[in-house]
């Protein structure tokens, strides 16, 4: 099957796009992305990914060519062409080339589609392992393409027998490499991390949909103590929704998630797409 | 001028040559290099370079496809081949296509040669400035392709009035992020700091030249604090051999190098070339 995507200012075949061996992302890791799952042809919570899209770029100081709606007409462009029936999007800013290697002086977009499996309609029955790892993303508020330390401990990871990494730091749970972490307080409360980690749209979604159906949940610094009395914890994604999470480092969680919140919230979740 | 590189297996023109837009490196930022000065013809240092190369490589799991002699070789034929009066040489192991997005499966090797200025026979009269900033770098020992914070504290440092940034992290001296740092005490020993920090090459032959020419030196940590009571501070790489640094912060430094322990290292070190 041949995909194409936009690179160099074009449509253009994947397998002929490529990013210039002097553009400061090859050479120094600089550049931003965004990435979201298009349902058929429609592309999910495209204006939150935007949103943070072009919040990572000023943060970064990348400058985006394209306007929102040139990115909306490029997205559903490689849509129609492509025509998948089930994909993520991914948009990459590249810091571009420099001619001093260092300076940033012309960002340029790529945006990439790719056949995705589509989550189930329900919470999965099978939850997950995290392993807990002490460490801060860099630039936390900005998704950049740094996946250095996430894929540099995928054998760590493995050897522990865990299917994901929960990142810690200073005592404080943050993020795990690609969601980001809820869980169930004893007293019923779910509570998610506020600081120094990636916002992701899917977050962003139960906390809207908890403040509509009044379900009680707290956004604020987790101790990673906090962990050993859950009763509850899963992880959440764009491609995803929730995936539960039956087990951290030694701790184990409720294995029956027919009366579990992230059963509720998923169902809710379905609803808004 | 039309320059080649290596890429894809072959030799290439370098506008011709791209990274995959699926490639670890671009989507993941998952990759290492060296950086070499080319003397005319003559690759300065390159055991020395490869040594480091292949223990990047090893550290990030980063198989290289070539042996050292393939890339000698490699880099021989660009040499011929581009004809540059003054030139350096970049080695990129890009993480790869890995279908999951995630699995490092396909690290390939990519060789760019560019021109670069020739070094002045003697040490340059006009220091720099050095702005201090709290940062470790992640997996520190090896020559990753993240300069996701030097890149970003660019205009930061310009604000500062700085031409270069000097990395601490726990009271410690770090690094610059592309040089490696050295001063001189006040009992006139020359010191540079010795953990969690990329080792640079010139760093490794100025400790060479210190112990064949009997130039008292360690290798150590280094305190913030010893910033303020040094006579003479330097940064060494491999583009510039040693730049003097006039003033860190607010602390100023000795303006005369006439007499200065860079200004006899600087020799000693043309004429390891």
Redesign the interface.
């Known amino acids: 099957m041949q995909l194409f995507?936009f690179?160099n200012n074009q449509i253009v075949p994947?397998?002929e796009?490529?990013?210039?061996?002097?553009?400061?992302?090859?050479?120094?890791?600089?550049?931003i992305?965004d990435f979201l799952r298009v349902a058929k042809d429609k592309p999910l919570f495209i204006d939150a990914h935007l949103d943070r899209f072009f919040h990572s770029a000023e943060v970064?100081?990348l400058s985006i060519p394209q306007t929102r709606e040139d990115i909306k007409n490029i997205v559903k462009e490689l849509i129609q062409k492509n025509n998948l029936d089930y994909s993520g999007i991914?948009m990459?800013i590249?810091?571009g080339d420099a001619p001093d290697g260092?300076?940033?002086e012309h960002p340029h977009l790529?945006v990439?589609q790719?056949p995705l499996a589509e989550p189930s309609l329900h919470l999965p029955e099978i939850g997950i392992k995290l392993a807990t790892y002490n460490y801060q993303r860099?630039?936390s508020e900005v998704k950049?393409?740094?996946?250095?330390?996430?894929?540099?401990l995928?054998?760590w990871m493995k050897e522990q027998g865990a299917d994901d990494i929960l990142y810690h730091h200073d005592g404080l749970i943050r993020e795990c490499p690609r969601s980001n972490f809820f869980f169930v307080t004893d007293q019923n409360l779910l509570v998610t991390s506020k600081n120094q980690m990636l916002k992701g749209i899917t977050r962003k979604n139960i906390m809207e949909v908890c403040k509509s159906y009044g379900i009680p949940f707290e956004e604020r610094d987790v101790f990673m103590e906090e962990l050993k009395t859950a009763k509850e914890a899963f992880i959440t994604s764009s491609t995803k929704r929730i995936i539960p999470v039956h087990q951290i480092d030694q701790t184990k969680y409720q294995a029956d998630y027919t009366s579990s919140i992230a059963r509720k919230i998923y169902d809710l979740l379905v609803g808004l797409e």
Chains 1, 2 share one sequence.
């Open positions: 995507c690179s994947i397998n796009a490529g990013v210039p061996v002097t553009d400061l992302l090859v050479q120094r890791g600089y550049g992305f970064m100081r991914r990459i590249a810091g260092y300076t940033i790529i990439i790719a860099q630039i950049s393409t740094d996946y250095l330390m996430a894929i540099w995928q054998p």
